[in-house]
């Protein structure tokens, strides 16, 4: 199968962790397309960790799902998604046992990507937990990535290693179409912007065909749930989701879509940042202002290294620019566009027509240099064109 774009859905963990069950599922689903998010284009649901059983079946050596969570088994579950138009994602691990501590697939690859075929899955997350240590990653997922393709189904290959061992040199090749890049994510700004400050040198490792993961995203769940801290505003998640956009990253809620606001979800299906994420060239954003600015306390310094005010642009198809303006800081910041950074040069003419995704507003012709003043977690994000 080829995913050429970064996929989008909603995966379990943030908010339910281990108190996942078959109404969660099938009311998230519902969720998932009465709110219009299927519309939007997320249309993958997936259920992480803490699905099973604690051993395996004794005579078939299969997974089974945990028969008081599932009654009905799993195809049931998946059945139900299907029905809805979505499609459905499982969970399983190349360690021994899952980071929770239930069956991993570790020996058991071929059987367990028949029995996630069985179950109807679309989708499978791999995490990398109690993996034996003579086995480098490399082979492990190598390994799912040849079950998943005996299996007889189209089942999108989602890995979970964390960014360890250098992974984003080796995973393309074991066939996963997106890879955990980073550490897991919690609902604080602090944790958001560590995961997209480690990630500015990764970046173009990801294209099409394997795209960067950096986390489920925690819109929306105001520190309820279950990956801890105290939460996040809406400024902040704001921010989140332009990252992750331009960021060209798959788009995995992990907040509780049964009980989102009107916001939230005006957020997360805002059609221009959708637009930027989906973009089918994929590029890389580059950072253009490593220039000198002000520390918080008015001191000059020479780029902030993990935090101050950054200005990303990414190219996209139809001659489109992205540029978001982002603070990090904890203070009003000004994020500067120099155009000469971005390969737009003052002797060139051309300038930049601009208009805001948030609030549709144009800024006309801006040309050679031009800033945003931003309060604390705050961004302005804008489609471009080129013009004189
Ligand atoms: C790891 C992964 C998380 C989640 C948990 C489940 O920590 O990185 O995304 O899947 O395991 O136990």
Same mark, same amino acid.
């Given at each position: 199968?080829?995913?050429?774009?970064?996929?989008?859905?909603?995966?379990?963990?943030?908010?339910?962790?281990?108190?996942?069950?078959?109404?969660?599922?099938?009311?998230?689903?519902?969720?998932?397309?009465?709110?219009?998010?299927?519309?939007?284009?997320?249309?993958?649901?997936?259920?992480? $960790?803490?699905?099973?059983?604690?051993?395996?079946?004794?005579?078939?050596?299969?997974?089974?799902?945990?028969?008081?969570?599932?009654?009905?088994?799993?195809?049931?579950?998946?059945?139900?998604?299907? &029905?809805?138009?979505?499609?459905?994602?499982?969970?399983?691990?190349?360690?021994?046992? !899952?980071?929770?501590?239930?069956?991993?697939?570790?020996?058991?690859?071929?059987?367990?990507?028949?029995?996630?075929?069985?179950?109807?899955?679309?989708?499978?997350?791999?995490?990398?937990?109690?993996?034996?240590?003579?086995?480098?990653?490399?082979?492990?997922?190598?390994?799912?990535?040849?079950?998943?393709?005996?299996?007889?189904?189209?089942?999108?290959?989602?890995?979970?290693?964390?960014?360890?061992?250098?992974?984003?040199?080796?995973?393309?090749?074991?066939?996963?179409?997106?890879?955990?890049? !980073?550490?897991?994510?919690?609902?604080?700004?602090? &944790?958001?912007?560590?995961?997209?400050?480690?990630?500015?040198?990764?970046?173009?490792?990801?294209?099409?065909?394997?795209?960067?993961?950096?986390?489920?995203?925690?819109?929306?769940?105001?520190?309820?749930?279950?990956?801890?801290?105290?939460?996040?505003?809406?400024?902040?998640?704001?921010?989140?989701?332009?990252?992750?956009?331009?960021?060209?990253?798959?788009?995995?809620?992990?907040?509780?879509?049964?009980?989102?606001?009107?916001?939230?979800?005006?957020?997360?299906?805002?059609?221009?940042?959708?637009?930027?994420?989906?973009?089918?060239?994929?590029?890389?954003?580059?950072?253009?202002? &490593?220039?000198?600015?002000? $520390?918080?306390?008015?001191?000059?310094?020479?780029?902030?290294?993990?935090?101050?005010?950054?200005?990303?642009?990414?190219?996209?198809?139809?001659?489109?620019?992205?540029?978001?303006?982002?603070?990090?800081?904890?203070?009003?910041?000004?994020?500067?566009?120099?155009?000469?950074?971005?390969?737009?040069?003052?002797?060139?003419?051309?300038?930049?027509?601009?208009?805001?995704?948030?609030?549709?507003?144009?800024?006309?012709?801006?040309? $050679?240099?031009?800033?945003?003043?931003?309060?604390?977690?705050?961004?302005?994000?804008?489609?471009?064109?080129?013009?004189?």
């Amino acid at each position: 199968m080829i995913v050429n774009k970064p996929p989008m859905g909603f995966n379990t963990w943030n908010t339910f962790g281990e108190n996942i069950n078959e109404s969660v599922i099938k009311e998230t689903a519902d969720a998932m397309v009465d709110t219009g998010l299927l519309d939007a284009g997320y249309k993958y649901l997936v259920i992480d $960790d803490c699905w099973s059983e604690r051993e395996r079946d004794s005579v078939t050596g299969k997974i089974i799902p945990d028969h008081i969570k599932f009654p009905n088994g799993m195809k049931s579950v998946s059945d139900y998604v299907h &029905s809805k138009g979505l499609l459905f994602g499982m969970y399983s691990c190349a360690g021994t046992r !899952t980071c929770a501590d239930y069956p991993g697939s570790f020996d058991h690859e071929f059987l367990d990507a028949e029995t996630f075929a069985e179950y109807g899955a679309d989708f499978l997350k791999y995490d990398y937990c109690y993996r034996p240590a003579h086995h480098h990653g490399d082979l492990l997922y190598r390994r799912m990535g040849m079950a998943l393709k005996a299996c007889g189904r189209d089942i999108l290959f989602s890995a979970c290693n964390w960014g360890c061992d250098d992974v984003e040199k080796w995973i393309r090749s074991t066939g996963t179409h997106m890879y955990r890049s !980073t550490g897991d994510i919690n609902d604080s700004f602090p &944790s958001m912007r560590d995961i997209l400050f480690s990630q500015i040198d990764k970046l173009a490792y990801s294209a099409p065909g394997c795209f960067n993961d950096i986390d489920m995203l925690t819109i929306g769940m105001y520190g309820k749930g279950n990956v801890g801290s105290a939460g996040c505003n809406d400024t902040d998640y704001k921010t989140q989701f332009a990252v992750w956009c331009i960021y060209s990253a798959p788009l995995m809620l992990g907040g509780d879509i049964r009980t989102f606001s009107k916001e939230t979800l005006a957020l997360v299906t805002n059609k221009k940042l959708i637009r930027i994420n989906q973009d089918e060239e994929a590029r890389p954003a580059f950072i253009t202002n &490593s220039r000198i600015e002000k $520390d918080c306390n008015g001191e000059m310094k020479y780029t902030v290294e993990k935090g101050g005010a950054k200005t990303f642009v990414k190219l996209l198809s139809d001659n489109e620019i992205a540029v978001l303006f982002a603070n990090f800081d904890e203070c009003e910041r000004k994020a500067e566009l120099y155009f000469e950074d971005a390969g737009i040069p003052f002797a060139s003419g051309y300038g930049l027509v601009m208009e805001n995704v948030f609030t549709g507003e144009s800024l006309g012709v801006k040309k $050679d240099y031009m800033s945003r003043s931003l309060a604390p977690h705050d961004c302005e994000c804008y489609i471009c064109k080129l013009a004189k």
